[in-house]
């Protein structure tokens, strides 16, 4: 019992760190990100102002940072994308229907899950098929991905053509207030500045997001603003961090490591009440979300994962 205690002991008190030494990585980067901006053409534009300061920093934190968030949270975005969750678990077989169709995919960034739309994550035996877990994937006609920040572009033009997916997954340059005509939260005159295309309301499969509502802004606007473009029984993936609501001191907890959170680590809130923002966004048939069961009281980035249908 005691070793129990003990290891359970260690295990909190690593928990409660692990913000912390998540911000030190962020940290250990300004050197470098100094050097390569001090070795630039033009130093002083990008130390005299702070959002490009940010850029080059976040940009050498993420390349480092990007590919091992991605690893950790493969083994529950790929079934979730399967149709494998229920409840926030991840289950043996489908539970409901999987990723198909026209897709939405939220903050593509530099495409770091963009394989995950490949048709080899299609059954055996159906198109180009390679899986061999159960799964209730559907074809992927087309992918919209939503990246307004251009300096993400070339790396995922390239991940799109690594994945095999040109002429199905299209980079779109705007964000989320620009993506139809029906925008209510952009102006008149402010509409289809940015982009050629146009989405229509109620005309998309599946929207995807994972790891981004948190840094989005406007989320209330901006979630209803995709729930429109959501056809009826149109399934809205979702894996996220969510605020800490275990407890009174793990709510102020987190409250205290937000202080330094947004300002290291990108923008990114970690107190945002996503699941409830999705819930009110409109009206749906069925809502499958939970917290997945290996997060334990003392995490300070508790998730949601699961599948909201309209």
Same mark, same amino acid.
């Given at each position: 019992?005691?070793?129990?205690?003990?290891?359970?002991?260690?295990?909190?008190?690593?928990?409660?760190?692990?913000?912390?030494?998540?911000?030190?990585?962020?940290?250990?980067?300004?050197?470098?990100?100094?050097?390569?901006?001090?070795?630039?053409?033009?130093?002083?534009?990008?130390?005299?102002?702070?959002?490009?300061?940010?850029?080059?920093?976040?940009?050498?934190?993420?390349?480092?940072?990007?590919?091992?968030?991605?690893?950790?949270?493969?083994?529950?975005?790929?079934?979730?994308?399967?149709?494998?969750?229920?409840?926030?678990?991840?289950?043996?077989?489908?539970?409901?229907?999987?990723?198909?169709?026209?897709?939405?995919?939220?903050?593509?960034?530099?495409?770091?899950?963009?394989?995950?739309?490949?048709?080899?994550?299609?059954?055996?035996?159906?198109?180009?098929?390679?899986?061999?877990?159960?799964?209730?994937?559907?074809?992927?006609?087309?992918?919209?991905?939503?990246?307004?920040?251009? $300096?993400?572009?070339?790396?995922?033009?390239?991940?799109?053509?690594?994945?095999?997916?040109?002429?199905?997954?299209?980079?779109?340059?705007?964000?989320?207030?620009?993506?139809?005509?029906?925008?209510?939260? $952009?102006?008149?005159?402010?509409?289809?500045?940015?982009?050629?295309?146009?989405?229509?309301?109620?005309?998309?499969?599946?929207?995807?997001?994972?790891?981004?509502?948190?840094?989005?802004?406007?989320?209330?606007?901006?979630?209803?603003?995709?729930?429109?473009?959501?056809?009826?029984?149109?399934?809205?993936?979702?894996?996220?961090?969510?605020?800490?609501?275990?407890?009174?001191?793990?709510?102020?907890?987190?409250?205290?490591?937000?202080?330094?959170?947004?300002?290291?680590?990108?923008?990114?809130?970690?107190?945002?009440?996503?699941?409830?923002?999705?819930?009110?966004?409109?009206?749906?048939?069925?809502?499958?979300?939970?917290?997945?069961?290996?997060?334990?009281?003392?995490?300070?980035?508790?998730?949601?994962?699961?599948?909201?249908?309209?």
């Amino acid at each position: 019992m005691t070793t129990f205690l003990s290891s359970r002991t260690q295990e909190a008190i690593l928990g409660l760190l692990n913000p912390w030494w998540f911000l030190s990585v962020s940290l250990s980067f300004l050197p470098q990100t100094f050097r390569q901006i001090l070795s630039s053409p033009s130093p002083l534009r990008i130390l005299l102002s702070p959002s490009r300061f940010q850029d080059a920093w976040f940009g050498n934190f993420w390349t480092f940072a990007g590919p091992r968030v991605r690893d950790g949270a493969s083994e529950r975005v790929l079934p979730l994308l399967d149709g494998r969750t229920s409840g926030g678990k991840v289950t043996d077989t489908p539970t409901g229907m999987g990723v198909g169709g026209t897709v939405i995919e939220i903050g593509a960034g530099s495409g770091l899950w963009v394989g995950l739309f490949s048709d080899r994550h299609l059954p055996l035996g159906e198109g180009e098929g390679k899986s061999e877990t159960a799964t209730a994937r559907k074809i992927i006609t087309h992918v919209y991905g939503v990246e307004p920040n251009t $300096a993400h572009h070339p790396a995922l033009r390239k991940a799109v053509a690594d994945a095999g997916l040109e002429g199905v997954y299209e980079i779109v340059p705007v964000g989320i207030e620009d993506l139809s005509l029906s925008s209510f939260s $952009a102006g008149v005159n402010e509409r289809k500045k940015k982009w050629d295309g146009n989405i229509e309301p109620e005309s998309v499969d599946c929207i995807v997001s994972i790891l981004c509502l948190c840094s989005i802004p406007d989320p209330e606007t901006h979630i209803r603003e995709l729930y429109g473009l959501l056809r009826p029984g149109g399934r809205w993936f979702v894996y996220e961090h969510v605020r800490a609501e275990f407890s009174w001191y793990m709510t102020a907890y987190q409250r205290f490591i937000n202080v330094f959170w947004p300002r290291m680590i990108g923008g990114c809130q970690l107190c945002r009440p996503t699941g409830t923002t999705l819930r009110e966004a409109g009206s749906w048939s069925n809502i499958d979300i939970g917290h997945p069961a290996a997060e334990q009281w003392w995490s300070s980035l508790p998730h949601i994962l699961g599948v909201f249908t309209k």
